[in-house]
């Protein structure tokens, strides 16, 4: 099992839909989670962090923790076509600081 | 400058010839990543500095990648006798400390065509 696992899409919602990204990870990794947007062509950015279990809102972006099940999501409310982008998960593996990226999932928010 | 920059942007070689990758991180970051990328992959991790310190290589694919940060600013990631198999987005990032929820900030990456 790959330590970060997610379904590589694509994702296709309506404008203004609920976008639920989702992420399983293996034991490998630690528990420090989070969620980069990467627009085609672009670099990585980091949008959100999450590090305990339950939910972390910022504007319209909602992560979701679940240790039991080893799962992390990632809600966009009332999706724009500029949120159509590949978004990334990633986890803390192999030591402190080593960061490991998930495959990413292709989400596309039509008009 | 402001961000992380890397160079060249764009690098095309023939087989078997030695390559540099350059990047020099946003002034006073102390901690520097090397990843990879494919078209439609995540970043593959391949090493990380702190300070001048390798700290962690185990991503690099063989002996023919290497990394150094002599200074603990810039860095060069070398690819010797390049394969086709090379080809690919070479991206480095870097963070303002070394803690373990950093966030990275990532330069606009060298494409590296192996011919």
């Known amino acids: 099992q790959k330590e970060v696992e997610q379904n590589s899409g694509p994702l296709s919602v309506p404008e203004g839909a609920i976008a639920s990204l989702n992420c399983t990870y293996s034991?490998?990794?630690?528990?420090?989670f989070f969620w980069y947007r990467q627009y085609s062509g672009k670099s990585p950015e980091l949008i959100m962090s999450?590090?305990?279990?339950g939910d972390k809102e910022d504007g319209r972006f909602t992560a979701q923790l679940n240790k039991a099940s080893q799962y992390v999501s990632l809600l966009i409310r009332d999706s724009q076509p500029s949120d159509s982008a590949t978004y990334l998960c990633?986890?803390?593996?192999?030591?402190?600081?080593?960061?490991?990226f998930g495959t990413g999932t292709k989400l596309q928010v039509i008009p | 400058g402001a961000g992380v920059s890397q160079s060249p942007r764009y690098k095309v070689t023939k087989r078997g010839q030695d390559v540099a990758l350059r990047c020099d991180p946003i002034?006073?970051?102390?901690?520097l990543y090397w990843y990879r990328q494919a078209l439609g992959q995540g970043p593959e991790f391949l090493t990380y500095?702190?300070?001048?310190?390798?700290?962690?290589k185990s991503g690099l694919p063989n002996d023919r990648f290497s990394a150094e940060r002599p200074e603990g600013s810039i860095s060069t990631l070398t690819i010797q006798r390049t394969e086709q198999r090379d080809s690919a987005m070479y991206r480095c990032?870097?963070?303002?400390?070394?803690?373990?929820?950093?966030?990275?900030?990532f330069g606009s990456g060298t494409q590296l065509s192996v011919l």
């Open positions: 990032a870097s963070t303002p400390g070394q803690g373990s929820r950093e966030k990275l900030f």
């Open positions: 034991d490998r990794v630690s528990q420090s």
């Open positions: 999450i590090y305990s279990n």
């Open positions: 990633a986890a803390l593996s192999g030591g402190y600081q080593k960061v490991t």
């Open positions: 002034s006073g970051h102390v901690s």
């Open positions: 500095f702190n300070y001048e310190a390798q700290q962690d």
